[in-house]
């Protein structure tokens, strides 16, 4: 495990100056010591299409176990057995009560005759969607006219469409790193209209 936190170390070093090409096979090289140090672990990502119409909808939804959506991918999960899961367009909020709810009242109890899954340590984080950029970025002649359309990412809310990661490993939190502000011509290589 010291083997995969130097070559983090080293990726964080290549970030700070800028070299994200390097920090990428860094990143790669880290994870696959930590695989290593812990023996096989199962990843998977899910698209859950779990957002709702409106900041808070979900929270309410989860908030009761029995509705079919949430059961129906909770049984998927319980299923399938994942070590660290990566759920997309989970709706985020702040102080994480959806992915808490999801665990509790979903993952914890038995769906469809599949075993609970617990997982100890689960991650959100604030996405670009449905944050306003402040320009006309679909060229209607009016920014804000229809916000989701001049937002950073598209969205009715910020965090509508966001992640949520679930794992029976530590996630190391202090040092997740985003790149919701990553501008695409900073990319090395990037191809520009």
Known sequence: MARAESELDSAAADVAAGDYGQAVLDYRRAWRSAVEAVGEARFSTFNASLNRSNAGDLARELSNPGSGQPAA??????????????????????????????????????????????????????????????FDLDNSGAAGDFVPNDSFGFGFFPGQYGMAVYSMHPIDVDDVRTFQKFLWKDMPGALLP
């Open 73 to 134: 991918i909770a049984e998927i999960i319980q299923r399938t057995r994942p070590d660290v899961l990566l759920i997309n367009e989970f709706d985020y909020d702040a102080a994480g009560v959806s992915a808490r709810l999801f665990q509790r009242n979903y993952l914890s109890i038995g769906q469809g005759g599949a075993d609970p899954i617990e997982y100890p340590f689960v991650y959100t984080a604030p996405s670009n969607t449905g944050v306003f950029s402040g």
